[in-house]
């Protein structure tokens, strides 16, 4: 090693405390005793402390600031203005999940899925406070965050998905770590997207496998949509490559007709589709993947492992029972106004919500449906606020998803819902299966209107 080596790495570690550390035996001499800690600074967090005091105006804390939170943000600051919002979420900068499988193959830029929640919350006048939530405590109607403790009057979870890696690997955390740091699905907004950006750009060929989780799972149709951008970018790229999608599903849907077309008509020597194919095992650690369908090897993955309600749904003890006695899953809610089945003041909005109807059992995990719900609740609150019962409203749904990018050209999918003489909310679906060029125009002119009417 080189003095310059040296140097810098004693600079290291002197400013690290290592120099110290290594050269004092008596390490316990250099940790404070109990007791003789030196007091933080007032305004460094601590999780047990205040956050927020109480103003005299009544309080929604959201907690989430996906595409639910981030609506329901904007609705309640413009219909409830006496209220004191305020927008918990973890992530500096807001990242659409929607239009990103666009963007893994540049036909959209980061800034267009990225927006400072700094600045739009300046904007449109709700208070925003980015911050690890840890706790939900109904009882005291308390939320306790890494910088400090909060209370509400009403809360809103929006906490999206979690993956549960458990049904894979049980509480193998080694084998979970090495599976969602080495082959991410990429479903959650994070750093996972760049990682999997890198590795599709990097593929030099060889086998792509991608598992699909079981339903419920957020956008059923996205990871097709993937498969046919990822293969159009091989397709460019003359690869000699092989996308193989294992489903557990025993066909395609929705717009099972369209996807299969673009498989068979554009991707017929890269895409290759396996239904039924239930994980077995999975080993991250040698590429191999068996399933009810056939083992796989693999030289790269996207693994998405089954969907649930994000953690803050289980931590606020919101989480539904199944059939067989164990935890469901997804939030156990009012189907028709979306509050906790046992709290009225607590709403679930978005892809945490569980089962609604015997007809379609869950919403669709989309992003539209998550800004639905968020408005609907927003009316819900502005209607108990201003002392009126609130009558029931519905989402609808909206998909568009692309195919190709040379030519570019997207098929999509409908969503209403009605509730009907039993009470029952009814789903009706349409897809539209025909890849068209104007639908590639109608799902950028979905999401013009629909990030306006989150970000004004
Ligand atoms: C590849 C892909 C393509 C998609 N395409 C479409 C599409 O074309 N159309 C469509 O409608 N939908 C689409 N979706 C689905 C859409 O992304 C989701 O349905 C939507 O994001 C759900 O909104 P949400 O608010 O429930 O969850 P999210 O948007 O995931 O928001 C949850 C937020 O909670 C935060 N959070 C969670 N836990 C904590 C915590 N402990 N502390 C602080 N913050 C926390 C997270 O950081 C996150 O910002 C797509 C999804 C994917 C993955």
Request: glycine share 6%; charged share 20%; aromatic share 12%.
């Given at each position: 090693m080189t003095d310059r080596h040296n140097a810098s790495r004693r600079r290291f570690l002197a400013a690290s405390g290592g120099i110290a550390a290594l050269a004092a035996p008596g390490l316990a001499q250099a940790v404070p005793r109990a007791g003789t800690e030196r007091p933080l600074p007032p305004?460094?967090?601590?999780?047990?402390?205040?956050?927020l005091p109480r103003g005299k105006a009544r309080r929604v804390v959201i907690c989430g600031g996906g595409w639910g939170g981030i609506t329901a943000a904007r609705y309640l600051r413009q219909q409830v203005p006496h209220l004191e919002v305020v927008l918990l979420e973890r992530n500096q900068n807001f990242f659409s999940c929607p239009m990103s499988n666009k963007w893994l193959v540049d036909v959209v830029d980061t800034q267009y899925l990225t927006k400072d929640y700094l600045k739009v919350s300046e904007e449109l006048g709700y208070r925003f406070i980015q911050t690890e939530i840890l706790e939900i405590e109904r009882g005291t109607k308390r939320v306790v965050t890494a910088a400090g403790a909060l209370d509400y009057d009403y809360l809103i979870l929006s906490p999206g998905i979690r993956y549960n890696y458990e049904a894979w690997f049980g509480n193998d955390r080694r084998a979970a770590e090495a599976t969602r740091a080495r082959f991410p699905a990429a479903y959650i907004p994070s750093a996972e997207h760049f990682h999997l950006k890198q590795a599709i750009h990097d593929f030099k060929g060889g086998d792509l496998v991608m598992t699909l989780p079981p339903?419920?799972?957020?956008?059923?149709?996205s990871p097709y949509e993937r498969a046919c951008l990822i293969a159009s970018l091989f397709k460019a790229k003359k690869l000699n490559a092989r996308i193989i999608i294992l489903d557990h599903k025993d066909d395609v849907r929705p717009i099972g007709p369209g996807f299969k077309a673009a498989f068979q008509e554009l991707y017929k020597d890269i895409v290759t589709y396996v239904p039924?194919?239930?994980?077995?095992e999975v080993d991250p650690f040698n590429k191999r993947i068996k399933t009810a369908a056939g083992d796989f090897d693999f030289d790269h993955a996207i693994l998405m492992a089954p969907h649930q309600a994000g953690d803050l749904a289980w931590r606020a003890g919101v989480v539904g029972q199944s059939f067989q006695g164990g935890?469901?899953?997804?939030a156990a809610v009012?189907?028709?106004?979306?509050?906790?089945e046992d709290d009225k003041d607590v709403y679930v909005i978005g892809d945490a919500v569980g089962y609604v109807s015997p007809?379609?059992?869950?919403?669709?995990?989309a992003g539209h449906v998550a800004n639905q719900h968020a408005r609907i609740v927003a009316h819900y609150i502005a209607e108990r606020e201003a002392e009126r019962e609130p009558g029931y409203r519905l989402p609808d749904n909206l998909c568009f998803m692309m195919v190709s990018t040379q030519p570019q050209e997207a098929i999509s999918v409908k969503f209403d819902y009605k509730v009907n003489a039993m009470g029952i909310i009814e789903q009706t679906q349409i897809d539209f299966n025909e890849r068209k060029p104007e639908t590639v125009g109608e799902d950028f002119e979905w999401a013009r209107g629909i990030y306006a009417d989150m970000f004004g």
């Open positions: 305004l460094v967090g601590r999780s047990s402390e205040t956050l339903p419920p799972q957020r956008c059923p149709p039924n194919a239930h994980v077995k935890p469901d899953g997804w009012d189907p028709l106004f979306l509050h906790a007809q379609f059992s869950f919403y669709p995990k």
